[in-house]
């Protein structure tokens, strides 16, 4: 049973498109993140959500909308897709809260969504 | 800006050979550290970790050793594998308060059988 799932996998579209990619966590984690990762293989944090609140927001385009409808599930929606938004995309989890100095940072990555922006 | 580098883009081993990718972080505060390993068409995967209180920490064939005073990371990887190649990237955050890991660029490692 996948522990980080995303969907879809693969996305092609047009430049201008509105699309989603979905994911879901069944390791009860309260923690999801989205990763972004270019051609270089390079892996930058998009946003991160604990039990549903928006606690990391880098510095990402307003077309780019995480979307937390329960600590499961962390969905990305973007808006008016550019060339430039080709890339993988990884969705993670983690268990933050352990109590007190019992963090762990270890993250529980999905297989990725490759979307390509014709 | 303060990142996560590493010296070497692709690491050539023979099969059975130790292997050694190294990681240099500019962030004097971070004071945790992970390596992850990335196969072709999947996302990265745990491999381990170290705390700055600690200078090494040992798994199954894998040793990560940390250095505070000149800022240095290194994944050592005994008898490699065919299965072992891979991207590997060493990844840092400050254990404190809400974090994300900040992960260096890769390293490829290739090996020969």
């Known amino acids: 049973d996948t522990a980080v799932s995303q969907t879809p996998k693969y996305l092609v579209t047009q430049m201008g498109n509105d699309k989603s990619i979905k994911c879901e966590q069944n390791?009860?984690?309260?923690?999801m993140y989205w990763y972004k990762q270019d051609s270089k293989k390079f892996l930058k944090i998009m946003f991160s959500?604990?039990?549903?609140?928006?606690?990391i927001n880098e510095t990402v385009p307003n077309r780019f909308s995480p979307k937390s409808p329960d600590k499961a599930h962390l969905n990305l929606h973007i808006n008016s897709l550019e060339l430039g938004d080709s890339a993988v995309y990884f969705c993670a989890s983690s268990q933050e809260n352990r109590g007190v100095g019992l963090k762990t940072g270890e993250l529980f990555f999905g297989e990725g969504s490759r979307l390509t922006v014709l | 800006g303060e990142s996560v580098g590493l010296h070497l883009p692709t690491l050539s081993v023979q099969e059975g050979d130790n292997s050694i990718i190294n990681c240099a972080y500019s962030?004097?505060?971070?004071?945790?550290f992970i390596w992850y390993k990335q196969e072709s068409g999947k996302g990265p995967q745990f491999i381990i970790d170290?705390?700055?209180?600690?200078d090494k920490r040992q798994g199954q064939r894998v040793t990560v050793l940390l250095n505070k005073t000149v800022k240095h990371l290194s994944l050592q990887i005994a008898a490699t594998q065919p299965g072992d190649s891979a991207v590997y990237f060493c990844a840092e955050t400050l254990d404190t308060g809400r974090r994300a890991l900040t992960f260096g660029s890769g390293t490829r490692l290739q090996v020969q059988p």
């Open positions: 962030n004097s505060a971070s004071d945790y």
């Open positions: 959500y604990n039990n549903k609140e928006l606690i």
């Open positions: 390791l009860g984690h309260d923690t």
């Open positions: 170290i705390r700055s209180n600690m």
